[in-house]
């Protein structure tokens, strides 16, 4: 079965950047969707970004649009969120998801990560 794990997490100053990496294994990540989510304290689970499996396109989140950037690299079975210009308000823990039939940015995908913490502050 497919297993994610997110790396790249930590404390970063707002105006920062940090590289998250989701990275699969048990199945090959070329047929799945997948999809960045966050969850800060008190607050639900919410979209981030997503990005298909067959065409490539991708939503993001109006509050992240313009500095956050999703990509997969297939070869290495491995998804990365680009975050720059970071906010305090972009403090959560971030989870990668997958789901092989769906491509609708909302936390109810079949498999997911155990999540990395971001926090920026200063």
């Known amino acids: 079965q497919l297993q994610l794990v997110e790396s790249g997490g930590g404390l970063v100053q707002p105006g920062g950047s940090l590289r998250l990496s989701c990275a699969a294994s048990?199945?090959?990540?070329?047929?799945?969707?997948i999809g960045w989510f966050r969850q800060a304290p008190g607050k639900e689970r919410e979209g981030v970004s997503c990005?298909?499996?067959?065409?490539?396109?991708?939503y993001y989140a109006d509050s992240v649009k313009g500095r956050f950037t999703i990509s997969r690299d297939n070869a290495k079975n491995t998804v990365y969120l680009q975050m720059n210009s970071l906010k305090p308000e972009d403090t959560a823990v971030y989870y990668c998801a997958a789901d092989s039939t769906q491509y609708i940015c909302v936390p109810n995908w079949d498999y997911w990560g155990q999540g990395t913490q971001v926090t920026v502050s200063s």
């Open positions: 048990g199945l090959s990540l070329d047929y799945y969707s």
């Open positions: 990005i298909s499996s067959s065409d490539g396109s991708t």
